[in-house]
């Protein structure tokens, strides 16, 4: 069997450690040299392989490789970019096949949540449609935590670290202060439909350090009226008050309460700005003085506090990705599978991406407490174990020393194409 080379590239919003993922995938296929010829990573994303904008990750070093592991961000570059239907747009997917053919292109990772997977789903089916053999893997990132059947997803982890230390921190910084000064701090995190981000801040609160947290989420509507009242329980007990709220919080016309009327590339609405809104209705009902903040992309790119379970894992599914193309696999997606939490452990597994793209993993309702404004020992137990462990990077001068590689391009072969 011929040597063919592969392409991989990062897509979606980037992660702390969506470059582990790129590390494991990297250095298997470096080890599987009989099998994997050179790997292509495109530049920003699918883009890279229509515009056929191609980089020769063989350029770069072992150790450059090896670094990729603690750095943030997307090495690579990403994009928010979602490929039609065949039928829909045709021409797409003939150029892909050209970019393949021209680069001898047989492996196709692309490392995403959602839509990305629906994207490698719709490449998988090449050799179907087109005629044209490619084995394509989906290698999961998302901060959101929705993908399905997968436990836990990469990225994930991480910012679920940052958002409980975050309002642990800043919950001691209100109470320090209640007496004369800030009642109420309010927290915005991602979060469109899912809140297992949101649901993070619960673990702030624990035996050792009880904290009044409340926790507004995508999942349950908003009330206005029973959030003022939990809010103002909690002064009055504590003398101030956490709020951790998503952006996909609704209110009861079903509309985002930060819907800015803006779209992204998918279609999705652009949110952004719940956290004011929050704060004035604080303000208005209590007349509490209060502070907001938002997470926004310090929660994803906080690598110098990730989780050391989240980069292991991370690391892992890249690994695995390679493992199955060159067992043969085609249009599938490395999972992560618990197999307990305490002591944690867990395994890598495997599911078809018919199962995968376009489907939402929301939060169990039994995660969620009874009054809808926190987190039950359930979710702490699922969640506990993801933000555990310390993975700290390199530091040099008072800094992480992160790395920024060559990215060599590849001679371009193919006439010019525009998307």
């Keep these: 069997m011929a040597i063919k080379n592969a392409f991989y590239a990062q897509s979606g919003g980037v992660t702390a450690v969506i470059n582990a993922s790129a590390a494991g995938l990297l250095e298997t296929a470096r080890a599987h040299s009989d099998k994997i010829g050179k790997v292509y990573a495109g530049r920003n994303g699918i883009i890279g392989a229509l515009t056929e904008d191609l980089i020769d990750t063989s350029a770069e070093s072992t150790e450059a490789i090896r670094a990729l592991r603690h750095t943030p961000s997307g090495a690579f570059g990403s994009c928010r970019y979602k490929l039609k239907s065949l039928e829909d747009n045709r021409r797409e997917y ?13 492996y196709f990772f692309y490392n995403g949540g959602g839509d990305s997977a629906d994207t490698c789903l719709k490449v998988s089916q090449l050799a179907g449609t087109l005629g044209y053999p490619i084995q394509a893997i989906h ?34 910084d209100v109470a320090s202060m209640a007496k004369t000064s800030t009642k109420v701090f309010i927290l915005e995190v991602m979060g469109r439909h899912a809140g297992w ?134 249009s599938v997606m490395p999972t992560i599978e618990r197999i307990s939490s305490s002591p944690y452990a867990w395994k890598t597994g495997m599911v078809e991406l018919s199962k995968v793209a376009n489907v939402e993993k929301m939060m169990p309702a039994d995660f969620i407490s009874e009054d809808g404004f926190g987190i039950t020992g359930k979710c702490r ?29 590849v001679t371009k072969k193919l006439a010019e194409f525009k998307i």
Excluded at 94 to 106: N, Q, S, Y
Excluded at 145 to 165: E, Q
């Design 381 to 409: 137990e699922y969640l506990s174990p993801l933000i555990e462990g310390e993975d700290y990077p390199p530091y040099k001068n008072g800094l992480p020393d992160y790395v920024r590689l060559k990215n060599v391009a």
């Design 139 to 172: 290698v999961p990132k998302t901060v959101d935590n929705d993908l399905p059947i997968t436990d836990c997803c990469p990225g994930f982890g991480s910012v679920a670290k940052y958002i409980a230390v975050s309002m642990l921190e800043a919950s001691f």
């Design 197 to 330: 981000i949101a649901a993070a801040g619960g673990l702030a609160s624990n035996e050792d350090h009880e904290v009044p947290i409340i926790i507004l989420f995508p999942e349950v509507t908003f009330d206005q009226e029973k959030f003022l009242a939990k809010t103002d329980h909690y002064v009055k007990e504590y003398g101030y008050c956490t709020v951790v709220v998503s952006e996909g919080v609704k209110g009861t016309d079903g509309k985002f309460l930060s819907d800015q009327g803006l779209r992204d590339a998918f279609g999705h609405a652009q949110l952004g700005g719940v956290a004011p809104v929050i704060a004035n209705i604080v303000k208005n009902g209590l007349g509490l003085k209060y502070h907001w903040g938002v997470a926004d992309y310090l929660q994803r790119a906080a690598r110098h506090i990730a989780s050391g379970t989240d980069v292991e894992q991370a690391y892992a599914m890249g690994k695995a990705a390679v493992e199955y193309a060159i067992a043969g696999h085609n």
């Design 94 to 106: 003939e150029r892909l096949i050209e970019v393949f053919k021209a680069h001898d292109i047989g």
